[in-house]
């Protein structure tokens, strides 16, 4: 078209060109949807490539291969049958061809997170062989692995339906973490479940419990409960409802016995401060939460947790949720209590697992439970230690999981910022990995 053309020229320069006088202004945004529906269906190409495959490379991230060593910026980490080929800076690390890769410029990488007290004991999960493999991926999705989470404990659910579970992940059919489960928890017969009217308000399935009052009792429990495999035991220190009578330390040391003579680990829900001391000095390995009706945890709680090496499972959060029809005060307060126990609790050098106990809980964003934890003064790399390379420690899996090293599984999670300058930041998920294949991505933005 020449110059100083006519506007009716330039109509039918349009005109045969194709493009309908008027709608000019449309071009540009359509010509923009076009290439990012062209870009989404690149991506979602290739990341089913990824799922489908052990292969990947991810370029361009800050690397946190671990909670103590510093980050690697522009990094590069090389995936080959599900783990890890190579891990360094750009310009240090071979990139394969012909392999998918993620852009990850701008991202923070991690090592996948643990989630050690979990529940699958919710309605939603019943009959769970028979729930479409999509569904079953989806709630998965939304309680676990759209936050990273890699491994998840489950300390107290039906152990057959959670079994079940499991293996639809194992066997690839449905996308999900790895689950270790303790299956039904030793609780002393005096405990009253709650009633079905109030487990139906609930949402949540009827649990069912072993009993034992006594050593001998809690030897032939645990000897039952072990016949079905499970991957822990699960106490009660005290009875579910008032007034909480303490489970006597001979039978939380039995059946401690029972449990680590089978190289299991044992957990337990202390409720106060005499279930705290009683299964510390049972032998346990993990307290599951912290106590808010304890108050300050006192120079003997401490010492007695410390000598016995325990681990403790703050699970903070949930403490709050159970006041969400409460004043602002009430929930201040106990917040003030729980964040205390935990600071006196690493103040002592004590060993801290990251765990929600979502399930119990539907609100399964870990969000707070960061934010808690931080203000109980952990930092950064204490909390992503607690979600790497303690549980990886604990649960015997350290040459293999928790951190991004040759040779190690390759369990990741991608995030869109970097959580050592806030720590909510380990809530917002791009990309979670598992076994080199992604298991979660986050929805594209525009």
Not at 124 to 140: R, V
Not at 189 to 213: D, F, Q, Y
Not at 223 to 251: C, H, M, Q, Y
Request: aromatic share 6%; hydrophobic share 40%; charged share 20%.
């Amino acid at each position: 078209m020449k110059p100083g053309a006519s506007q009716d020229e330039l109509s039918r320069a349009k005109r045969r060109s194709g493009v309908v006088p008027g709608w000019e202004i449309f071009t540009l945004p359509l010509l923009l949807v076009i290439l990012f529906s062209n870009s989404s269906l690149s991506i979602q190409a290739q990341t089913s490539a990824v799922t489908a495959s052990g292969q990947l490379v991810l370029v361009g991230g800050t690397i946190y291969t671990n909670p103590t060593d510093p980050p690697i910026h522009n990094g590069v980490i090389v995936i080959r049958d599900g783990k890890i080929a190579a891990v360094g800076r750009r310009n240090a690390v071979t990139i394969p061809r012909g392999v998918p890769t993620l852009n990850c410029s701008g991202l923070t990488i991690t090592a996948g997170f643990w989630n050690s007290h979990v529940h699958f004991f919710e309605r939603k999960w019943t009959d769970a062989g028979n729930i479409p493999a999509a569904e079953l991926t989806g709630q998965i999705q939304t309680m676990l692995t759209r936050y990273g989470f890699t491994s998840v404990f489950d300390l107290g659910s039906p152990l057959e339906n959670t079994r079940r579970i499991r293996d639809r992940i194992e066997s690839g059919e449905v996308k999900g973490p790895r689950i270790r489960a303790t299956g039904e928890a030793l609780v002393g017969k005096s405990s009253s479940l709650p009633s079905e009217t109030i487990l139906r308000i609930l949402g949540v399935m009827t649990p069912t419990v072993a009993e034992a009052t006594n050593a001998t009792e809690a030897q032939a429990v645990c000897n039952k409960l072990f016949e079905r495999d499970r991957d822990g035991l699960k106490i009660f220190a005290t009875d579910t409802s008032p007034p909480f009578s303490v489970l006597p330390v001979e039978v939380i040391r039995v059946a401690v016995e029972e449990a680590h003579r089978r190289h299991k680990p044992v957990f337990v829900h202390p409720t106060n401060r005499d279930g705290i001391l009683a299964a510390a000095r049972g032998g346990v390995d993990f307290i599951a939460h912290t106590t808010p009706p304890s108050g300050v945890w006192d120079k003997e709680v401490l010492d007695t947790l410390r000598d016995a090496q325990v681990a403790l499972i703050p699970t903070l959060k949930i403490w709050i949720y159970h006041l969400r029809h409460d004043r602002a005060s009430l929930t201040k307060a106990r917040a003030e209590v729980i964040t205390g126990q935990l600071r006196d609790w690493l103040a002592v050098g004590g060993a801290v697992l990251f765990g929600t106990d979502v399930g119990g809980m539907d609100d399964y964003d870990p969000t707070d439970e960061y934010v808690l934890m931080s203000q109980a003064g952990m930092s950064f790399r204490q909390i992503l230690a607690s979600m790497t390379t303690v549980p990886a420690a604990k649960f015997g899996e350290s040459a293999r999981l928790g951190r991004i090293a040759p040779g190690w599984i390759a369990d990741i999670v991608v995030l869109n910022h970097d959580p050592s300058r806030d720590v909510r930041a380990f809530a917002d998920v791009r990309y979670t990995i598992r076994d080199g294949k992604l298991i979660y991505q986050a929805a594209l933005k525009y």
